[in-house]
């Protein structure tokens, strides 16, 4: 079975600096990668996903994350954050194989000083 | 608009009452699911459907029933809560199985449920 860590449970950064969110995820063989963002009281939203081919991948709002399979793992950065960009941030991994269901990392509560 | 609309978006129900939670996906997947959501834990996997069969129960209380009478809606029913299921309740849906969207989840806007 897959598994992932997310091993920042709050991230503190100031508007207009870079982010580096962390992911590491355990699975076997090539997995299934996504990143969810969720603002107070709203469900989650799709930031991005891998599945195979590049491994630096684009998503929404100005994000992207970069899978590395020696380092098991799949960060997201974006370049400048915006006051906007304060919310929970979700890594999940799902199996490319046998069960279809992502498993959720704990978040990473990202917090945006002025 | 994220394809899967909830309904109610809020809900206070008292102890003893009976109410429903509605989840409509508009995406054409086949699989359904329903999480829960609280302060200060991870997200909880409660059940999912492919194919309108339920495939996962993960030890949820039998006070709460779920129903998904097609591949497009879902519902959970609630009957006798506890304070502590005050949550925050997510329905998703995936199309299970495809390579090609690799299996990628898509949640609602989530409907906050007060027990009091």
């Known amino acids: 079975a897959q598994s992932v860590t997310q091993p920042d449970i709050h991230i503190t950064v100031s508007e207009g600096a870079s982010l580096e969110l962390r992911c590491n995820y355990s699975?076997?063989?090539?997995?299934?990668l996504f990143w969810y963002v969720q603002s107070p009281g709203q469900g989650l939203q799709l930031l991005l996903k891998?599945?195979?081919?590049?491994?630096l991948v684009q998503g929404i709002k100005g994000f992207e994350a970069e899978f590395k399979r020696s380092q098991s793992s799949f960060n997201l950065r974006k370049p400048s954050v915006h006051w906007s960009d304060a919310a929970e941030y979700f890594c999940?991994?799902?199996?490319?194989?046998?069960?279809?269901?992502?498993?959720f990392g704990r978040g990473t509560s990202l917090i945006v000083h002025p | 608009e994220t394809g899967v609309t909830q309904t109610p978006r809020h809900l206070v129900m008292g102890m003893t009452n009976k109410k429903s939670l509605k989840c409509e996906q508009h995406l054409g997947h086949n699989a359904m699911y329903w999480y829960k959501q609280s302060a200060k834990k991870p997200l909880e996997l409660m059940f999912v459907?492919?194919?309108?069969?339920?495939?996962e129960n993960n030890s949820v209380p039998s006070r709460f029933s779920p129903e998904c009478p097609n591949s497009s809606h879902l519902f959970l029913h609630l009957h006798t809560l506890q304070p502590e299921d005050s949550a925050l309740y997510l329905c998703a849906s995936s199309q299970a199985g495809s390579s090609l969207s690799g299996n990628t989840i898509y949640f609602g806007e989530g409907s906050w449920l007060t027990v009091v």
């Open positions: 999940a991994v799902g199996a490319s194989g046998g069960s279809y269901i992502p498993t």
């Open positions: 459907y492919n194919f309108k069969e339920q495939t």
């Open positions: 891998y599945f195979s081919g590049d491994t």
């Open positions: 699975y076997g063989a090539t997995p299934y």
